[in-house]
Nanobody, 123 residues
Framework: QVQLVQSGGGLVQAGGSLRLSCAGSGRTFSLFAMAWFRQAPGKEREFVATSSWSGGSTDYADSVKGRFTISRDNAKNTVYLQMNNLKPEDTAVYYC????????????????WGQGTQVTVSS
Protein backbone atom coordinates (compact mmCIF):
# COMPACT_ATOMS: atom_id res chain seq x y z
CA GLN A 1 0.00 0.00 0.00
CA VAL A 2 1.30 3.45 -0.94
CA GLN A 3 -0.24 6.77 -0.06
CA LEU A 4 0.72 9.80 -2.13
CA VAL A 5 0.43 13.38 -0.92
CA GLN A 6 1.03 16.20 -3.37
CA SER A 7 2.22 19.75 -2.81
CA GLY A 8 3.18 22.69 -4.95
CA GLY A 9 1.23 24.13 -7.83
CA GLY A 10 -0.56 27.45 -7.97
CA LEU A 11 -0.86 30.39 -10.33
CA VAL A 12 2.01 31.51 -12.56
CA GLN A 13 2.42 33.68 -15.61
CA ALA A 14 3.29 32.20 -18.97
CA GLY A 15 7.02 31.57 -19.19
CA GLY A 16 7.30 30.97 -15.47
CA SER A 17 8.22 27.87 -13.50
CA LEU A 18 6.68 25.69 -10.83
CA ARG A 19 7.71 22.53 -9.03
CA LEU A 20 5.30 19.87 -7.91
CA SER A 21 6.15 17.36 -5.22
CA CYS A 22 4.60 14.02 -4.41
CA ALA A 23 5.54 12.34 -1.14
CA GLY A 24 4.87 8.65 -0.74
CA SER A 25 4.48 6.56 2.35
CA GLY A 26 5.63 3.01 2.80
CA ARG A 27 8.96 1.25 2.62
CA THR A 28 8.28 -0.01 -0.90
CA PHE A 29 8.08 3.43 -2.52
CA SER A 30 11.41 2.97 -4.26
CA LEU A 31 10.12 -0.15 -6.01
CA PHE A 32 7.41 1.71 -7.88
CA ALA A 33 7.58 3.49 -11.17
CA MET A 34 6.17 6.98 -10.76
CA ALA A 35 4.32 9.22 -13.16
CA TRP A 36 2.56 12.52 -13.53
CA PHE A 37 -0.74 12.96 -15.35
CA ARG A 38 -2.89 16.03 -15.81
CA GLN A 39 -6.50 16.82 -16.54
CA ALA A 40 -7.66 20.09 -18.01
CA PRO A 41 -11.29 21.24 -17.73
CA GLY A 42 -13.50 19.33 -20.11
CA LYS A 43 -10.69 17.02 -21.19
CA GLU A 44 -9.58 13.52 -20.34
CA ARG A 45 -6.67 12.89 -18.04
CA GLU A 46 -3.44 12.67 -20.03
CA PHE A 47 0.05 11.39 -19.47
CA VAL A 48 2.77 13.93 -18.71
CA ALA A 49 5.92 12.14 -17.51
CA THR A 50 7.14 8.91 -15.97
CA SER A 51 10.22 7.73 -14.12
CA SER A 52 11.61 4.28 -13.47
CA TRP A 53 12.07 3.13 -9.89
CA SER A 54 15.66 4.36 -9.87
CA GLY A 55 15.05 7.57 -11.77
CA GLY A 56 17.55 6.43 -14.35
CA SER A 57 14.95 6.21 -17.11
CA THR A 58 12.30 8.75 -17.89
CA ASP A 59 9.78 9.48 -20.61
CA TYR A 60 7.65 12.49 -21.45
CA ALA A 61 4.67 13.54 -23.46
CA ASP A 62 5.71 15.38 -26.60
CA SER A 63 3.89 18.49 -25.41
CA VAL A 64 6.20 18.89 -22.38
CA LYS A 65 9.53 17.55 -23.65
CA GLY A 66 12.33 20.00 -23.05
CA ARG A 67 10.25 22.00 -20.55
CA PHE A 68 9.32 19.53 -17.78
CA THR A 69 11.61 17.27 -15.79
CA ILE A 70 10.56 14.38 -13.59
CA SER A 71 12.93 13.34 -10.84
CA ARG A 72 12.78 11.36 -7.63
CA ASP A 73 14.57 11.08 -4.32
CA ASN A 74 13.93 7.61 -2.96
CA ALA A 75 15.63 8.48 0.32
CA LYS A 76 12.83 11.01 0.83
CA ASN A 77 10.13 8.92 -0.84
CA THR A 78 9.41 11.88 -3.08
CA VAL A 79 8.97 12.45 -6.79
CA TYR A 80 9.10 15.89 -8.37
CA LEU A 81 7.91 17.55 -11.53
CA GLN A 82 9.87 20.65 -12.44
CA MET A 83 7.90 22.69 -14.96
CA ASN A 84 9.67 25.46 -16.85
CA ASN A 85 8.54 27.80 -19.60
CA LEU A 86 4.93 27.16 -18.68
CA LYS A 87 2.21 27.86 -21.21
CA PRO A 88 -1.50 28.56 -20.73
CA GLU A 89 -2.26 25.16 -22.23
CA ASP A 90 -0.43 23.56 -19.29
CA THR A 91 -3.29 24.68 -17.05
CA ALA A 92 -4.74 21.56 -15.43
CA VAL A 93 -5.05 19.53 -12.28
CA TYR A 94 -1.87 17.50 -11.98
CA TYR A 95 -1.80 14.04 -10.41
CA CYS A 96 1.10 11.86 -9.37
CA UNK A 97 0.75 8.10 -9.61
CA UNK A 98 2.64 4.99 -8.55
CA UNK A 99 2.63 1.73 -10.43
CA UNK A 100 4.58 -1.36 -11.37
CA UNK A 101 8.01 -1.15 -12.91
CA UNK A 102 8.26 0.13 -16.44
CA UNK A 103 7.77 3.43 -18.22
CA UNK A 104 4.01 3.34 -18.58
CA UNK A 105 1.84 6.04 -20.11
CA UNK A 106 -1.59 4.54 -19.50
CA UNK A 107 -3.32 5.68 -16.35
CA UNK A 108 -5.10 2.34 -15.83
CA UNK A 109 -1.70 0.75 -15.18
CA UNK A 110 -1.13 2.87 -12.08
CA UNK A 111 -2.54 1.67 -8.79
CA UNK A 112 -2.00 4.59 -6.45
CA TRP A 113 -2.83 8.27 -6.98
CA GLY A 114 -2.21 11.57 -5.29
CA GLN A 115 -5.02 13.96 -4.48
CA GLY A 116 -4.30 16.31 -7.38
CA THR A 117 -3.03 19.86 -7.40
CA GLN A 118 -4.12 22.80 -9.53
CA VAL A 119 -1.68 24.51 -11.88
CA THR A 120 -2.93 27.66 -13.59
CA VAL A 121 -0.87 29.50 -16.18
CA SER A 122 -2.03 32.96 -17.15
CA SER A 123 -1.24 34.52 -20.50
Amino acid sequence: QVQLVQSGGGLVQAGGSLRLSCAGSGRTFSLFAMAWFRQAPGKEREFVATSSWSGGSTDYADSVKGRFTISRDNAKNTVYLQMNNLKPEDTAVYYCAAGPAGLRKVQDQYSYWGQGTQVTVSS
